[in-house]
């Protein structure tokens, strides 16, 4: 990982708490600490990266979804005691970038900081990528939703018509509305967005 970069420390432990940013202020980065991810939610810090714990259960996919709902879009790296493989293998898939065993040593935040390199700033554009296409495709009424449904699958204007018993110049209407609310200026850029909001 190149240069000084910030580090979200969410977690209800204080001493681990204490911990987790001693370490990554001890690494040349900087850290924010919170108690929990409702406290993060307030301040919504657009870059860095969130060290998350997992909770009871060990999962994180309900963590990230919570900070993709507030439009947070930081790469998260999940933290427990003693991790199971079947946890991390869980944490991974619902869309952590690592996973970080607890407590935490110097080498083991090292190795951390290794294995991320230049995957957490593509993490963090891609997410950003996300949160933008889903808040401008939140923007589209149903039918115009419905056209776009239709245009990323390759029909035509006619063809939509006729699948949604709609004339083809309603059709052109919904299209032409989807496609400025979504900033779009060509279909193909539409379907991107339209891609992008399903992550």
């Known amino acids: 990982m190149d240069g000084a970069e910030t580090f979200h420390v969410v977690e209800p432990d204080v001493r681990q708490r204490a911990a987790l940013a001693r370490l990554a202020l001890a690494a040349g980065h900087h850290a924010e600490v919170y108690a929990s991810l409702g406290e993060l939610g307030e301040y919504c810090p657009a870059g860095g990266l969130a060290l998350v714990r997992c909770d009871g259960a060990g999962n994180i996919g309900g963590a990230i979804a919570a900070l993709r709902n507030k439009a947070i879009g930081l790469p998260v790296i999940a933290t427990a005691p003693e991790p199971d493989v079947g946890q991390v293998v869980r944490a991974i ?38 949160i933008e296409a889903r808040k401008r495709v939140g923007t589209l009424t149903r039918r115009e939703r419905e ?3 239709w245009l ?27 496609m400025a609310k979504l900033g779009a200026r060509h279909p193909a850029e539409a379907v991107r967005i339209r891609l992008d909001a399903d992550g």
């Open 93 to 130: 898939r619902a869309g952590a970038l690592d996973f970080l065993a607890l407590p935490a040593s110097e080498n083991s935040f090292h190795e951390l900081l290794g294995r991320l390199g230049d995957e957490a700033g593509e993490h963090l554009a891609a997410q950003r990528r996300l």
């Open 147 to 149: 056209v776009l449904e």
């Open 152 to 178: 990323t699958r390759g029909q035509s204007n006619k063809a939509i018509a006729q699948t949604l018993r709609i004339s083809p110049r309603t059709v052109e209407i919904h299209r032409a509305n989807m």
